[in-house]
């Protein structure tokens, strides 16, 4: 597709199930980002790749999240262990060049609601 | 990082101006400003970005004083259809740290 893809599009799991999220990007974009959005407020940055490369993980709120881009286009958000306050909406952008201030396109998100 | 505040609300009518000011006091020399646009079960979509003076594109305006201590939004006749959350983020080039926050936005209430 033309766009960025998210799967699954809703997940819900019992609190301690692993879950994974994934984000197909736009093909050829080099930079990948991913963000969590709780209700009513603005994204949050996890993290950030450059091709295969986890350039900045800063954002990630523990060490129960883990991603990965092993290929360089394809990549996947992992929450192990998932904990109430990890429900949020999960998403996923991506640009054509390096840097955090190219123009971003994002997919529609992940809704992830633990039980 | 360069704080951003930005109304949390604004109401309009279909067919005017609408105007959002973001203040961003303490933006850095190679900081860029964004400016996104989320509907609601969507994820944001860029709208225009700009360093200083003003840039147009198809859909918006941005305006940025010369000491880049704020910015202006503009979205010229406004349908029922931008109805959404805008979103103000100030950032540097480059690819070290953490460096995006999108704040809490400003809800566009467009009323017929």
Redesign the interface.
């Known amino acids: 597709g033309a766009g960025v893809s998210q799967s699954p599009r809703y997940k819900v799991a019992k609190r301690g199930q692993d879950v994974a999220l994934r984000c197909d990007p736009i093909s050829g974009h080099v930079s990948l980002f991913w963000y969590q959005q709780a209700l009513g407020q603005g994204p949050e940055f996890l993290t950030y790749f450059q091709n295969e490369a986890q350039l900045d993980k800063s954002g990630l709120p523990s060490d129960r999240f883990f991603a990965e881009r092993p290929e360089g286009s394809v990549s996947t958000l992992k929450i192990q262990r998932t904990q109430q306050e990890d429900s949020a909406v999960y998403l996923c952008a991506s640009s054509l060049n390096t840097g955090y201030n190219q123009p971003q396109h994002f997919g529609d998100g992940t809704r992830l609601s633990i039980l | 990082l360069a704080k951003t505040t930005q109304p949390i609300s604004m109401d309009s009518y279909e067919g005017q101006e609408v105007n959002i000011t973001c203040s961003h006091n303490n933006i850095a020399t190679n900081d860029?400003i964004?400016w996104y646009q989320q509907f609601p079960?969507?994820?944001?979509?860029?709208i225009i970005?700009g360093y200083k003076t003003k840039v147009t594109n198809e859909v918006a305006s941005l305006f940025i004083p010369a000491d880049r201590k704020s910015s202006t939004l503009s979205l010229p006749r406004v349908s029922l259809s931008d109805t959404a959350?805008y979103?103000c983020l100030v950032?540097?080039?480059?690819?070290?740290?953490?460096?995006?926050?999108?704040?809490?936005?400003t809800r566009v209430l467009v009323k017929p």
């Open positions: 860029y964004t079960s969507q994820g944001p979509r860029f970005q959350v979103y950032g540097p080039t480059g690819t070290a740290g953490n460096k995006l926050t999108f704040g809490g936005g």
